[in-house]
């Protein structure tokens, strides 16, 4: 029984492995199969490397042309959230657990990026150029600039669940969700200073957002200053990434 | 170590009176598609505030693939026991300022997930396991320490059935619990560390759990009595 004083994480519960040996004597079968049959998903020790190995398992011309469009939206939305970071960073008015925050962050977006160029390959859309005219600057409109685009992507990839076709991107992408809302709910409480408001996590059930209505929403912030992907998808004539204004 | 069959809490133990198993058996396919088609809308015209509840509404168990009943019910499990564990942290006093406030709204948000669970099974749900927070709701420390184990551990265990659902609307609802919990997690290490240690975005991929590794853990804490 734990100590309520030190009650353990569950990845440190089963630092020998136990846990899993268990789970598969449950299933009835052998802890190796056990391991074969999750070994991309199934624990923290190889999490970091998740969508990767899942990735790699779809190489992107094999991808249906849909799956490669919510690729390329997704980097590019990661492509503004890298490169935010990275400008936030460079320009120095950030200090405390805003900078902390910041510098965390950015090595999150950076390795979405390249986890997702990879997967894509020649398929990858280019990054596009970027103004974040003055959000970094300063500590409280980073914040406030940041909370917005985090909340976007969370609502962004959310609202692609339903239509990825592949069991990896799926996966992937699902990855890639809580991370996003870890982020909002950070900057959220870091803004809140601790009082609840704005809320970290304002609903029960979060919210969606369709690929229309998140590239409207970024195109309004004006962040973007090249035109958007519009060829990079490939063959995905039909369900590319598109201003719908 | 190992550990016997007979120790490990399963859904199937949970369910046993079979009325999911019988569910699952009983599924009509004329059903089915009428429960995809009043869904299907809802799934691909984008959820608004509120479309989870509504997507649930049209939900029967009965009319669910037994894998999804089972998986709403692994989730309703754990979400049982999350509500049980805020309730009582709630009601013990113990908690002051930001963890109290956090407390509040994420008890809030368990019991809006057991409701919707619940009326997505119908007849099909788990009936709620009795519990023992062994004292870990008496103190704000423990409080929160215990409160970031369950909230990583439910973004993993939702996480980990993401590819195991068939039902559109059953993996929008997940879905929209998912990052909920993930929010979760992130404000009570926030809490406890202030953004340093335990840093509140641990790593740029997620982990997730199966379903037998996330019920191996909880029966470890020892939280579930029955």
């Keep these: 029984m734990n100590n309520s004083s030190d009650f353990p994480s569950f990845t440190e519960l089963d630092r020998d492995g136990a846990i899993q040996e268990a789970a598969a004597n449950v299933d009835g079968i052998t802890r190796a199969a056990f391991m074969r049959r999750t070994a991309a998903f199934a624990g923290g020790a190889v999490a970091a490397s998740a969508f990767p190995i899942a990735m790699a398992q779809a190489a992107s011309g094999a991808l249906p042309s849909g799956d490669l469009a919510i690729l390329n939206y997704a980097l590019t939305l990661e492509y503004l959230e890298a490169a935010f970071y990275k400008d936030a960073l460079s320009k120095g008015a950030l200090s405390g657990e805003t900078k902390h925050f910041a510098s965390v962050v950015y090595a999150h977006e950076s390795a979405h990026v390249e986890a997702l160029k990879k997967t894509l390959g020649s398929k990858a859309v280019k990054t596009p150029s970027f103004n974040f005219k003055g959000t970094t600057a300063s500590q409280s409109t980073f914040q406030a600039t940041s909370k917005t685009l985090e909340d976007t992507g969370v609502t962004a990839y959310l609202g692609q669940a339903g239509a990825i076709k592949t069991p990896a991107v799926l996966a992937a992408a699902g990855s890639i969700l809580p991370v996003e809302a870890r982020h909002a709910a950070w900057i959220t409480n870091v803004i809140a200073k601790g009082s609840g408001s704005p809320s970290p996590a304002p609903e029960a059930f979060q919210k969606s957002a369709t690929m229309s209505e998140v590239l409207s929403a970024v195109a309004e912030t004006g962040f973007i200053t090249s035109s958007l992907p519009t060829a990079a998808a490939g063959s995905a004539t039909s369900a590319q990434p598109s201003m719908t204004g | ?226």
């Design chain 2, 1 to 226: 170590m190992s550990r016997t069959h007979d120790e490990h809490p399963t859904l199937a133990e949970l369910d046993r009176d079979g009325a999911i198993e019988e569910a699952a058996a009983g599924v009509d396919r004329a059903t089915r598609a009428a429960f995809l088609r009043r869904t299907g809308a809802l799934v691909g015209g984008g959820m608004a505030l509120g479309a989870i509840p509504i997507a649930f509404a049209g939900a029967e168990g009965g009319g669910l693939p037994s894998g999804d009943v089972k998986i709403l019910n692994f989730a309703l499990t754990l979400e049982y026991l999350e509500a049980a564990f805020y309730k009582e942290a709630v009601s013990k006093g113990a908690l002051k300022g930001g963890a109290a406030t956090f407390a509040q709204t994420v008890s809030e948000h368990e019991a809006a997930h057991v409701e919707a669970l619940k009326k997505a099974l119908g007849s099909k749900a788990v009936a709620e396991p009795k519990f023992d927070f062994k004292g870990t709701t008496s103190s704000e420390g423990t409080f929160l320490k215990t409160s970031m184990t369950l909230e990583d551990t439910g973004v993993e265990a939702y996480e980990g059935q993401v590819g195991n659902i068939k039902t559109p609307a059953v993996l929008m609802a997940a879905g929209s619990i998912l990052p909920v919990e993930a929010r979760h997690a992130s404000w009570v290490r926030d809490i406890i560390g202030a953004g340093k240690s335990p840093t509140p975005a641990p790593a740029a991929f997620n982990p997730s759990m199966s379903m037998s590794m996330v019920l191996s853990a909880v029966k470890a804490t020892g939280f579930i009595k029955a």
